[in-house]
């Protein structure tokens, strides 16, 4: 990903930051006390960044509706009926799966009424999404306008998570506040686009189940354009922000402005199938230079909450890609559609001891091994040891 493959390799970690990696030289760097792991046989990467996900949905797990439109309505319902327990309990175990799996950084959606402790408290490090959403000027601005609170308290705790208010999407945010939002707000903001058929129809045509959707809550909305992206260019706003996620539908129009202002994909393997989008043309548009990272979305529109199911999806679905990109898309691609490359993502001196491990049985190749695993098998955060028995290891 970034600098060479190392084997035999050695990591001097402290203070929680990368120090040295190399081969034995490194060794010479120890200082009295400090202790020497040895892994054994164990390829060692960089913590997996999963960009997109809503953590607080975890306690609904997997819905069965896979109509778009059907599927949010039955989410909101849903959403609205738990409580913050159940949202907090979801959200322990959403961490849970995802650490076993190998994440260590996340991308999460919230809403103004997330509750979020158990995700601020917990190991892990990223963004936080704060969704502006709400077609009804008065509603989507007291979102906003909350977000900017909550905000104001991270300023005073800080803590290994950011806030960030973002455009839910371009179809279900108020245009006013939308243009708020992105003028107003610094980058990276995340935010669903050109997700399904349906949203799709709802800018080309202004028909379908989305529009009517969207008309029974505001007659008079509108976003006029071809696309997402065209309407937001169209009003002249900053799209350099934008951290796309999904781009399941985007137009040829729309991938010239993804590569004019450098955005990042978020694709989620397993929301895609669980809708049964058009095939998502991956190895196109790593071709094209576009930085590809991967969500898991959340449970509501997948199987699972595992990481390394999603990377299964991609090397089944895209047999060509080699594992070394995949694994790319998964940690370096991931920061850097977060914007936290500079702290997280590869391997080098200077960046977070943000590591995991695989046990390579027998005569695995180590860029494949992460692809064919069930659980990370070692993991360190800030230089701090997470297993056992933080992700437990089963038997095997
Ligand atoms: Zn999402």
Not at 225 to 251: A, F, I, M, R
Not at 255 to 267: D, P, Q, R
Not at 300 to 318: G, V, W
């Amino acid at each position: 990903m970034e600098g060479p493959n190392l084997s035999p390799g050695y990591i001097c970690v402290r203070d929680g930051i990368i120090q040295a990696i190399g081969d034995e030289f490194v060794l010479s760097m120890r200082k009295k006390g400090e202790e020497l792991i040895d892994l054994g046989e164990m390829v060692l990467l960089p913590g997996f960044v999963n960009a997109h996900c809503h953590l607080e949905l975890t306690a609904i797990g997997p819905l069965e509706k896979t109509d778009f439109v059907e599927w949010v309505k039955e989410l909101v319902s849903r959403k609205n009926s738990l409580t913050n327990d159940e949202k907090s309990e979801g959200i322990k175990k959403g961490i849970a799966k995802l650490m076993r799996s190998g994440v260590t950084c996340i991308g999460d959606h919230i809403s103004f009424n997330t509750p979020l402790e158990a995700i601020i408290k917990s190991p892990l490090k990223g963004r936080l999404f704060g969704e502006v959403i709400g077609v009804l000027p008065e509603v989507c601005n007291d979102i906003y306008t909350s977000f900017k609170n909550i905000q104001k308290e991270f300023t005073f705790h800080p803590s290994h998570f950011t806030l960030h208010p973002s455009p839910h999407s371009i179809h279900a945010v108020y245009p006013e506040t939308l243009k708020k939002v992105l003028t107003d707000e610094p980058s990276p903001l995340s935010c669903h686009l050109a997700e399904s058929r349906t949203e799709e129809d709802y800018f080309k045509t202004g028909k379908g189940a989305l529009a009517r959707f969207i008309r029974e809550r505001q007659h008079d909305l509108r976003h006029p354009g071809q696309s997402g992206l065209d309407y937001l260019e169209g009003e002249n706003l900053p799209l350099s922000k934008l951290l796309v996620v999904h781009g399941n539908y985007l137009t040829e129009k729309d991938l010239s402005a993804v590569k004019k202002h450098s955005l990042s994909i978020v694709h989620c393997p397993g929301s895609h199938e669980y809708f049964g989008h058009k095939p998502f043309p991956l190895e196109k548009l790593l071709a094209d230079g576009i930085n590809i990272a991967i969500g898991t979305d959340s449970i509501a529109s997948n199987t699972d909450l595992d990481f390394l199911l999603e990377l299964k999806r991609i090397k089944k679905l895209h047999p060509h890609l080699e594992p070394l990109k995949i694994l790319q898309m998964a940690t370096l691609n991931g920061a850097r559609a977060l914007q936290m490359d500079l702290e997280i993502g590869s391997l080098v001196a200077g960046k977070k001891a943000d590591l995991i491990g695989f046990c390579l049985d027998g005569n695995k190749i180590p860029d494949e091994a992460p692809l064919t695993a069930d659980y990370v098998d070692w993991m360190m955060i800030d230089g701090k040891l997470m297993m056992p028995p933080m992700v437990p290891r089963p038997d095997r």
